[in-house]
């Protein structure tokens, strides 16, 4: 099996791959982006990929939701994975602290850091990276004082230091990440085996959503059967201000009776429902 993660070696997202029970006798394969990585599961080019969708600290990877919900419209949600993060200042060996000019990292890693960065390294310069290890990859071909934020694990693979570890805002610091699949049989490749709790994921958006009480009317789908809702988030629909499509996650599998009657009357309201997939949800 070939398993698409966000690369390069030594993100978060590889830690997760590697720790994840689908990672035995697979292949992982990196991808630059979190959109390149869902694009890669989505045409088959990999069996399925890795990438992060919501962080304890940061909330939501927008990249993940917003290529999974605009430009994937095959791809599926077939696992999730949970990894605790905590990060590492890094820099060359040789670059002082205080002389660090530029912090180079992932947008999410910079947020999970905000508090640090400025009360430790006030008015530095942030650089966004397309992923934490690439950061540091970065850092170490600069000729100036810059440093990453990341895996203090990244370190070492590019010949750089760990000057401070555990820099994150708060303790217990923990990232969500999916595993994504192009069209197939449901729930495949990773459905044998699983036992325990199920969740399903979907994406929603109206017709009505200027009526007042539409949203409500749309969760009262869930709330009226008992089912559980774990996560709502509401992202641009791209088509000017006011128009949001929702992204809801909730316990239970789209086979289930009372969940296949919640998704036929939250489709009665919408302009678009789409299941994203039902998955073995992580311990
Ligand atoms: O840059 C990485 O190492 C990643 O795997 C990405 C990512 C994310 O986007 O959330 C993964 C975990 C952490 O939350 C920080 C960065």
């Not at 630059?32 to 990585?37: C, D, P």
């Not at 602290?97 to 992932?106: D, F, G, L, N, T």
């Not at 508090?115 to 290890?133: E, I, K, Q, S, W």
């Not at 490749?189 to 009317?217: E, I, M, Q, Y």
Request: aromatic share 6%; proline share 6%; with cysteine.
């Amino acid at each position: 099996m070939r398993l698409g993660f966000l690369g390069p070696q030594g993100t978060f997202t590889h830690a997760a791959l590697l720790a994840s029970r689908h990672a035995e006798g697979a292949q992982a394969v990196p991808f630059a982006t979190e959109r390149e990585t869902i694009l890669a599961a989505e045409s088959g080019a990999v069996d399925a990929a890795l990438v992060p969708i919501e962080n304890a600290l940061e909330g939501g990877v927008n990249a993940t939701l917003d290529t999974l919900a605009l430009d994937a419209p095959q791809a599926r949600i077939v696992g999730e994975e949970l990894l605790a993060i905590s990060h590492a200042l890094i820099a060359r060996p040789g670059v002082a602290e205080a002389a660090i000019e530029v912090v180079v990292s992932h947008p999410q890693a910079l947020g999970q850091c905000r508090r640090f960065l400025a009360d430790v390294l006030p008015g530095r310069r942030a650089v966004a990276a397309t992923a934490t290890a690439e950061a540091v990859r970065t850092v170490a071909a600069a000729t100036e004082p810059w440093a990453a934020i990341g895996p203090a694990a990244a370190a070492a693979l590019h010949g750089c230091v760990v000057l401070r570890e555990g820099i994150e805002d708060e303790h217990g610091n923990v990232t969500r990440f999916i595993w994504v699949a192009g069209p197939g049989p449901p729930e495949a490749p990773f459905a044998a085996g699983a036992g325990g709790a199920w969740k399903t994921s979907l994406v929603f958006h109206g017709a009505g959503d200027t009526t007042p009480g539409w949203l409500v009317g749309c969760l009262g789908a869930f709330a009226s059967r008992g089912i559980n809702l774990v996560r709502i988030e509401s992202r641009p629909l791209k088509r000017g201000l006011g128009h949001y499509q929702f992204l809801v996650d909730f316990e239970g599998r789209a086979q289930d009776p009372d969940v296949a009657g919640a998704i036929a009357a939250l489709a009665a309201h919408c302009e678009q429902v789409r299941v994203l997939g039902s998955y073995p949800a992580a311990a």
